[in-house]
């Protein structure tokens, strides 16, 4: 079928695509819209420019390193992140397909849509698909260890009051592990380190007993491939890459929900490269669009987790 623009992937970057789209013929094609396995924390000036309920707020941040802990003040909240989406997905009037994004109908060195469970024509593909770059990657050929970062997550019983963030190259090397409250004495435990760093599930259960959780108790465990802000051009006509599909999202700026919203918002007004005047210009256009926005992300440039002592 023929539609305006097809967007792969229903995460925040998708959905924001999908959003500034609507009035247009849409399809959104996810496996699971509404289900993401990274944590619902950000900040609590993002939180109300993303317009999300916010389910708990968090006044101070604990970051422990193996030479002591520190404590700074911080508005951080935890949003209710699958409704956000969930809404801003109806409101788009877009038609959510639930097929995951198979590759990119690509002819005469342009991109006509995606080959999925059948053929979705347009004249613009927006990949959004996260981590797992369903079609920029087989155009470009990359292989998961050209990017220096995964990814695994758990669901654990534990009790935190405030965020948590461990630097320690004996649990981490490059990285960080953290646990983030949740409700119903639960937290998000993560970690971030280098692919070719070993166990990483071992690491995981090392960080877990490190932040006193009890990983007998898990409830869940899950893993993914992150990009470490790695930007490449897509190499056809009509195929745009926004949030982590293109690597523009660096994990260790902690705002990976906020980035993806502006990234697929420069991504709309079609700025592909990252070069001076573009930026210059994308930023006149976005203050016009998302003003809130903005002034939300030039407020905090520095979110939590790059404090590092």
């Known amino acids: 079928m023929a539609y305006d623009a097809v967007v792969c992937g229903a995460g925040p970057a998708g959905v924001t695509v999908a959003s500034l789209l609507r009035g247009r013929r849409v399809a959104v094609l996810d496996s699971n819209p509404f289900y993401r396995p990274c944590g619902e924390l950000v900040l609590g000036s993002e939180a109300r420019a ?64 995606v080959r999925a469970d059948r053929e979705y024509r347009s004249p613009s593909t927006y990949d959004c698909t996260g981590p797992a770059r369903a079609l920029v990657s087989r155009l470009v050929g990359a292989s998961p260890r050209e990017f220096a970062a995964c990814y695994e997550e758990t669901v654990a019983t534990g009790d935190f009051d405030v965020p948590t963030v461990l630097y320690d190259t004996r649990i981490a090397p490059g990285g960080y592990a953290w646990v983030f409250p949740m409700e119903g004495g639960t937290a998000y435990l993560g970690l971030l380190s280098w692919p070719w760093a070993g166990d990483l599930k071992g690491r995981l259960r090392k960080a877990a007993k490190a932040f006193g959780v009890d990983g007998s108790r898990r409830l869940g465990m899950k893993g993914s491939k992150l990009f470490m802000g790695f930007s490449r051009d897509v190499p056809v006509r009509g195929l745009f890459a926004a949030g982590e599909a293109n690597g ?28 001076g005047f573009l930026r210059k210009a994308s930023a006149l256009v976005l203050r016009q669009m998302h003003p809130a ?17």
């Open 248 to 275: 523009s999202v660096d994990p260790y700026t902690g705002s990976g929900i906020m980035q993806a919203v502006v990234d697929a918002v420069k991504c709309v007004r079609g700025e592909r490269r990252r070069s």
């Open 50 to 113: 993303l317009g999300a309920r916010v389910t708990r707020r968090a006044g101070a941040v604990e970051v422990r390193t193996p030479y002591g802990k520190r404590e700074f003040r911080v508005e951080t909240a935890m949003i209710d992140k699958a409704g956000w989406l969930e809404d801003r997905l109806a409101a788009s009037g877009a038609e959510v397909v639930r097929s995951a994004a198979r590759s990119p109908l690509v002819s005469g060195g342009a991109c006509h849509g």
């Open 293 to 309: 926005l903005l002034q939300a992300v030039e407020a905090v440039p520095v979110p939590f987790v790059a404090y590092y002592p």
